[in-house]
């Protein structure tokens, strides 16, 4: 059988009551307290506080403290003015008992309206989510078409140069061509003209030497022909079309000295790259109607980046929850993930996406250290939020071993050792 507890004291005010309880050993989370419009309760067992209220309050302004063996009640009048005494007059217990009973189902009808209001809200919010997705990829759309646009009408203008340059270039190549012919037949009409000038010459000169054959003959020999060099024809060979030739060297992928050489771990970094590349769990039977490019994890980290750009954090949260369920191998979602947590100041999560992230980025190796370096930030950043300072300077030092010289992270460690050390800097 319960204790009833008859021994307690009130006060009231012109809008409030104050009841303390005495319940000997009472604590927080074992004291079941239940308040309704015109009904309080209190069981601990084996202790029982039960009151019919003389008037109504508002149970959503009221609250109760426990502690030191004693339950404070704050409560809150509906209409302010002074109560002639604390419970109703006496009632029996049937009474009692439905007026316990209907306390309890209107409790229970406002807990079932709050859960609704809970879905709903929850449906509004993922329907203003999706509507922001529609509006950015909307307009990544449009920007995407714009630039097609604008490349197109880039390659028609220098197709037309092109075009056009060519023509000239045939055009001169051509007027050329024309004036070389036209020098070689005006030299060949001039060759000719000469050669037929000398026949006549030599004829004449025939004709005289057979009508006086006494005279002196022209001196024997092989006259040569002064203009034989003239006639020739001058060709001149086309220039060279210009060309250049490609030369490819294969580069190293991590530029290491020999002395310093971490080829065993790239070699590990390499592999464990390739396969998060190829992991990918899209063929899970509730991912099967997302559509071809939701089934990308970039894809989808790069719509987080932008909805964290644009400070819709749930949104991108819900793009990076994606990802990482259809890849959990690329640190990059965990940090992005990690980063946004911050701002939404859900610090354990990120902690644990920056442990994650950490992980991942194993084996260290200069190809990774800037993701390595964004990860000790962030998780010190969290540590310092939930006032573990020591864990925090712990991860900044880890910062500052990969990038010694970033005097940003080497600043933000020493305000945190003076917190440590017990002088924080001035504001």
Request: proline share 4%; aromatic share 6%; charged share 35%.
């Amino acid at each position: 059988m319960p204790v009833l507890v008859k021994d307690y004291t009130w006060q009231q005010a012109e809008s409030q009551v104050f009841i303390t309880v005495p319940l000997k050993g009472v604590v927080a989370g074992k004291a079941d307290i239940f308040c309704a419009e015109d009904y309080l309760k209190v069981n601990f067992p084996p202790f029982l506080f039960e009151v019919l209220l003389f008037a109504s309050i508002d149970e959503s302004k009221s609250s109760a403290k426990v502690g030191n063996g004693v339950v404070i009640f704050t409560l809150y009048k509906k209409e302010s003015t002074m109560w002639d005494q604390l419970t109703t007059v006496e009632v029996d217990k049937e009474k009692l008992r439905k007026k316990r009973e209907r306390a309890i189902l209107a409790a229970q009808e406002k807990a079932q309206e709050a859960v609704k209001e809970k879905a709903v809200k929850k449906r509004q919010n993922e329907k203003y989510s999706l509507e922001k997705m529609m509006k950015i990829e909307d307009k990544n759309r449009e920007q995407i078409e714009e630039l097609k646009r604008q490349e197109q009408r880039k390659a028609t203008e220098e197709l037309e140069k092109w075009k056009l340059q060519k023509c000239e270039e045939e055009e001169l190549k051509r007027k050329v061509e024309l004036k070389r012919k036209e020098e070689i037949k005006i030299a060949r009409q001039i060759a000719e003209a000469e050669q037929n000038k000398k026949k006549k010459s030599e004829n004449k000169v025939q004709n005289s030497a057979s009508q006086a054959p006494h005279k002196h003959s022209l001196k024997g020999g092989n006259a040569g022909d002064i203009f034989t060099e003239n006639t020739k024809e001058k060709i001149i060979p086309c220039p060279r079309s210009p060309g250049t030739i490609q030369i490819q060297f294969t580069p190293r992928v991590f530029p290491t000295a020999l002395r310093e050489s971490l080829i065993a771990e790239e070699e590990e970094w390499l592999r464990k790259q390739a396969e998060a590349r190829r992991a990918n769990n899209a063929d899970a039977p509730d991912l099967k109607d997302l559509k071809e490019e939701e089934k990308n994890p970039e894809w989808l980290k790069d719509k987080g980046n932008k909805l964290f750009a644009s400070g819709d954090y749930l949104a991108a949260i819900n793009a990076y929850n994606l990802g990482i369920r259809l890849n959990n191998k690329l640190p990059a979602l965990y940090l992005n993930r990690a980063a946004t947590h911050l701002k939404l100041r859900n610090l354990h999560k990120a902690l644990e996406d920056c442990s994650k992230a950490l992980d991942l980025l194993t084996p260290a190796v200069p190809d990774n250290a800037d993701s390595r370096l964004k990860a000790h930030v962030r998780r010190g950043t969290a540590f310092c939020e939930l006032e573990l300072y020591v864990e925090g300077l712990q991860d900044y030092e880890a910062a500052l071993k990969i990038k010694p010289g970033n005097t940003t992270i080497r600043a933000d460690a020493e305000k945190i050792r003076r917190v440590i050390q017990g002088n924080p800097p001035e504001p």
